[in-house]
């Protein structure tokens, strides 16, 4: 199994990025998923997060300005954020639950390689 993000880039502030990341390889079923990003210097943290049925979480920093959606037909999950701010400046991660086999009950975690948004004029 394989996530594989995708979307940043260089960004104004107040402009907007999408990010996406696709699951791919033996997939039987994904939990919950979501992004994590780390600023320059500083440690990894949660941005928002999303159960297999809907019920989201977001980090206060970003409330009302990204949103995170999933599609499951394909094994997808993106990051819609607007109004970029210099503090959103970071290496982006994406990660998922994934449980690969109809046998298996057991989920794994899975993480994307990151993607850098930066925002600056």
């Known amino acids: 199994v394989q996530l594989q993000a995708s979307g940043g880039g260089l960004v104004q502030p107040g402009g907007s990025l999408r990010l996406s990341c696709a699951a791919s390889g033996t997939i039987f079923r994904i939990n919950n998923v979501g992004w994590y990003r780390q600023p320059p210097g500083k440690q990894r943290e949660l941005v928002a997060r999303m159960t297999r049925t809907g019920l989201i979480n977001y980090a206060d920093s970003v409330e009302g300005r990204f949103t995170i959606s999933r599609s499951n037909a394909k094994n997808t999950v993106y990051l819609q954020m607007n109004s970029l701010e210099p503090e959103d400046t970071a290496v982006y991660y994406c990660?998922?639950?994934?449980?690969?086999?109809?046998?298996?009950?057991?989920?794994?975690?899975?993480w994307g390689q990151g993607t850098l948004v930066t925002v600056s004029s």
């Open positions: 990660y998922a639950e994934i449980r690969e086999y109809s046998y298996s009950r057991i989920y794994s975690n899975y």
